[in-house]
C-alpha cells in the first residue's frame, strides 16, 4: 500500500515492513511487527497480531492485521491509532465466506473432539465460563494459533524431581542434613 508519506508491505506469517518516500537522507524504514500469533474472538480468526517490530523509544512497534472480505488481496488501510501500535485492513477474497474465519474446522480432530467435550461441560454447567475461555486458549495455543504464556515450561522448570529412597533411614539422613 502507498501513501502519501509511506509503503506498506504485508507478508502474512511473516513481517510488516513500512518505508518512507521522502528524499531525506535518514528515511524511516524498518519493521512494524512479526508474525506472533491471530487474534480470536467468539471462536472466530478476526486478526492477526504482528509484534516485536523495531524499538519505539521503550517499547517495540506492533501492528493488528484485520482481515476483511475484498475482490483481491490487498492492504487497504493504515493507521496508528496509539504511538507505535497500527492497525492494517486487509482485503482478501479467502475470508468472503461466513464460515471461512471459523477455528473449529481448522483443528485437528484430537484438538475438536477436546472442544466438543469442553462444550457439554459448559452445557452441563460442570465448568464455568471463565473456566471454558481458559481451556479453549490451551486448545488455540497448542494449534499454535496463540502464543503461550509460558507459564507450564517455566513451572516444569522450577519443579525439581522428588527424592526417592529406598529406606526411612535414608530419608532421615538427608533430611537432617539439609537442616544444618
Given at each position: 500500500l502507498l501513501d502519501d508519506r509511506y509503503k506498506y508491505e504485508l507478508c502474512p506469517f511473516h513481517n510488516i515492513t513500512q518505508h518512507e518516500q521522502t528524499y531525506r537522507?535518514?528515511?524511516?524504514?524498518g519493521i512494524l511487527g512479526i508474525w506472533?500469533?491471530?487474534e480470536i474472538e467468539n471462536n472466530t480468526f478476526t486478526g492477526m497480531w504482528m509484534r516485536e517490530g523495531d524499538a519505539c523509544g521503550t517499547k517495540n512497534r506492533q501492528t493488528k492485521v484485520l482481515l476483511v472480505c475484498g475482490s483481491s488481496h490487498k492492504l487497504a488501510a493504515v493507521s496508528e491509532p496509539s504511538t507505535c501500535v497500527y492497525s492494517m485492513t486487509f482485503k482478501t477474497p479467502l475470508v468472503c465466506h461466513p464460515h471461512s474465519l471459523?477455528?473449529?474446522p481448522t483443528l485437528n480432530t484430537e484438538l475438536r473432539q477436546r472442544w466438543d467435550e469442553i462444550e457439554q461441560s459448559l452445557f452441563d454447567e460442570l465448568?464455568?465460563?471463565q473456566g471454558y475461555r481458559k481451556l479453549l486458549r490451551e486448545i488455540f495455543q497448542e494449534a499454535n494459533y496463540l502464543k503461550s504464556t509460558g507459564r507450564k515450561s517455566e513451572e516444569k522448570e522450577n519443579q525439581t524431581e522428588p527424592k526417592v529412597f529406598e529406606?526411612?533411614?535414608q530419608c532421615s539422613v538427608v533430611c537432617l542434613e539439609s537442616d544444618h
Open positions: 537522507w535518514n528515511a524511516y524504514s506472533q500469533e491471530w471459523l477455528v473449529y465448568i464455568t465460563e529406606t526411612l533411614e
